[in-house]
């Protein structure tokens, strides 16, 4: 008895052990797997800090620039250019207000070979269905049927008010959308979510439907074909990017050359119209405000609801009184000297251009009333600014133009117009939306996997009568659902970093001066203090400088940054011997930039630039930003490209000679 007791007791304490040992077990898995995924989500966020601190600064070069851009625009007079069709009305592209559908009818042939939609005004649900059926299968719409369907949206868009009033109470639910930025398979899942539009099934688009993505035609030309069918149940307000110079630098006017050969001038004088043409703002029931951007201190909502909104065409074409103070301002900016600190150490085309006048500086209290300016500055501060939780409103630095507002400015708004709600976009969202300021601003952003595959959801608003929102999130999964959480993070953080170092290449000779001004003794090596603080002063971006390190640079034994390993696997696309190291890293810093410069300037969209063309506007870009490079070295690098001694140079050639190439991935996909 006493053995089988003892036996017993034995057996006990064994399971005793081996309980513990799975529960020591189960914690170390819990620990293990929380550390991970701690780990994944810190990579997550960084991947995305950069995504969007290099997507700001972009945005904030695209302000400082405008008045070249207004220049170029106002002095490019070829008859057949870019800038002709948006600059000359009378010119011979310019589509009439007056031209009747049965006109565009005699004027394009549709030819019996097109198998595409064919539609007939007024429009019907069926044209609808044929236009989703149509870009599902990546089909495109005859040019015909898209200057009749801009001309009749058009049409429609100047009988409505600049702020559109709803009311809750003709349909249960309002379904609110944010940022689409060409990705059609998020509309397309939207509807099919959500249903079609309809008189039950009322939509509110809050801009910026065009840029970044490639099927931002097909959007435009759905949302304008429901607007034509529900005109009272379908409204769309205007976002940034509904803006012809902003399209010029962010795909849509590329995109458009592309699939309307013959006929995308048209196309893009009419979009321009009818962007300008686009309500401001949506309120429902009174309560709720639905804009792009967000407010300022200064937003007046009866003043935005009397301005003639079609006037401003492009908000990155200032009224005169704005390009004239930030001219004389400019006049005013010392050369900057150098000094200790390591922030003076720019060269001074950086100096130069990051102290130009922008927009966020443009409401000086010292300038004369101009009415223009006042439209231009209330129409910027609503499609440009952010929400943010400290109180105030401040210049929205890292965009260039607009505001941050705080939740003081959000309720001093409400109280003067009884509102309880602001819906805005506008910004990227890892979850599709975000609400601040105790609940009383909503951030609603559509566009999933808006930087790369797998980084983000996309979201939508249903606000029932009782104005209580109902969020509603998905994810466009071609390739995702394919790869592991792990592997969906390390595509993110590869692209981010990619697009990053391709940046600091860029500010290569920038960099190295602000490292050697931590470097004494001329060793090459810099503590991790001082590695990123010359890498924030130089690049200005924000970023999580330390926790990059490892990602960015090399680090010796002792602790210290070797800080020329920034570069050690970058270099430029095709190494052209004619371009001096400086001219080089300004042409490869400048691409997007001039990008949209010989756009303009480009006679038949050929992609051939003459080299007298050429030589006259690079002279013109490098005094406009103060860039000190001598003209015989852009002469030499011209003639130099000019392979078939023409007289003239295939930019697009030219711009893939100055794009930075990743060693480590050409030697992977070798």
Request: hydrophobic share 30%; glycine share 2%; charged share 30%.
């Given at each position: 008895m006493g053995s089988i007791i003892g036996t017993m007791g034995c057996s006990s304490s064994v399971a005793d052990r081996?309980?513990?040992?799975?529960?020591?077990?189960?914690?170390?898995?819990?620990?293990?797997?929380r550390f991970t995924m701690a780990r994944l989500e810190m990579r997550r966020r960084y991947s995305l800090s950069i995504f969007q601190s290099i997507e700001y600064a972009d945005e904030q070069d695209q302000l400082q620039l405008s008045n070249f851009f207004t220049f170029m625009l106002d002095h490019c007079t070829h008859p057949d250019s870019v800038s002709q069709i948006f600059t000359s009305p009378s010119g011979p592209q310019v589509v009439d207000e007056d031209l009747s559908l049965k006109e565009f009818e005699k004027k394009i042939d549709v030819p019996d070979s097109y198998y595409g939609p064919r539609l007939s005004f007024p429009l019907t649900v069926e044209d609808a269905n044929a236009l989703l059926h149509a870009f599902r299968n990546e089909q495109l719409l005859h040019a015909r049927y898209v200057l009749q369907l801009l001309s009749e949206?058009?049409?429609?868009?100047?009988e409505m008010p600049n702020i559109t009033h709803l009311s809750t109470s003709y349909s249960k639910e309002i379904t609110v959308c944010g940022d689409l930025h060409g990705n059609l398979d998020d509309l397309l899942l939207i509807f099919y979510k959500n249903g079609l539009p309809s008189e039950q099934n009322r939509y509110v688009f809050n801009g910026d439907?065009?840029?970044?993505g490639k099927n931002s035609m097909e959007i435009l030309i759905i949302l304008f074909a429901f607007l034509l069918i529900y005109p009272n149940d379908l409204h769309l307000n205007r976002g940034n990017h509904e803006d012809y110079i902003m399209n010029l630098r962010y795909g849509f006017t590329k995109e458009v050359s592309k699939k309307y050969k013959d006929h995308w001038k048209q196309i893009l004088c009419l979009l321009r119209d009818v962007f300008s043409w686009l309500p401001l703002a949506t309120i429902i029931d009174s309560k709720v405000l639905i804009l792009h951007g967000g407010i300022s201190d200064t937003t007046d909502l009866d003043f935005l609801n009397a301005l003639e909104r079609n006037k401003l065409k492009s908000l990155m074409r200032p009224p005169k009184s704005v390009r004239d103070r930030q001219d004389q301002t400019k006049k005013r900016i010392p050369t900057t000297k150098p000094s200790k600190h390591i922030a003076n150490q720019h060269v001074t085309a950086k100096a130069q251009h990051n102290s130009s006048p922008s927009f966020t500086e443009s409401s000086g209290s010292n300038l004369p009333p101009d009415p223009a300016l006042k439209e231009w500055k209330q129409i910027l501060d609503i499609l440009?600014?952010?929400?943010?939780?400290?109180?105030?409103?401040?210049?929205?630095?890292c965009r260039g133009g607009g505001c941050y507002f705080g939740p003081d400015v959000t309720a001093k708004l409400f109280e003067r117009y009884n509102l309880k709600m602001l819906i805005r976009s506008h910004e990227f969202k890892p979850e599709g939306y975000e609400i601040s300021h105790d609940g009383k601003v909503i951030t609603i952003f559509s566009a999933s996997n808006y930087y790369e595959e797998g980084s983000n959801r996309g979201a939508y608003i249903k606000l029932n009568p009782e104005l209580i929102p109902r969020f509603v999130q998905y994810q466009v999964s071609k390739f995702t659902h394919r790869k592991n959480l792990r592997e969906r993070v390390g595509t993110i953080e590869s692209s981010a970093l990619k697009s990053l170092r391709e940046k600091i290449y860029a500010h290569k000779s920038e960099l190295t001066s602000a490292f050697a001004q931590y470097d004494i003794n001329g060793t090459g090596r810099i503590s991790v203090n001082d590695w990123a603080a010359a890498m924030e002063s130089v690049l200005q971006l924000e970023l999580p400088w330390r926790m990059l390190r490892s990602q960015l640079a090399q680090m010796n034994p002792d602790g210290e940054v070797d800080f020329m390993s920034c570069f050690y696997d970058l270099k430029m696309g095709q190494p052209i011997k004619e371009a001096q190291p400086a001219l080089a890293e300004t042409l490869c810093r400048y691409r997007k930039d001039l990008e949209i410069i010989f756009n303009i300037i480009d006679k038949d969209h050929s992609g051939l630039i003459s080299l007298e063309e050429f030589s006259q506007t690079w002279r013109l870009f490098t005094s406009h930003l103060g860039i000190d490079v001598q003209d015989d070295s852009i002469d030499k690098l011209v003639l130099s490209i000019d392979y078939n001694k023409d007289g003239h140079i295939d930019f697009n050639e030219f711009l893939e000679a100055f794009h930075v190439v990743h060693r480590l991935e050409k030697k992977a996909t070798s």
């Open positions: 081996r309980s513990e040992n799975v529960i020591r077990a189960a914690i170390l898995i819990q620990k293990w797997y949206t058009r049409r429609v868009l100047k439907f065009v840029d970044r440009w600014s952010d929400p943010r939780s400290q109180n105030g409103c401040t210049p929205n630095k």
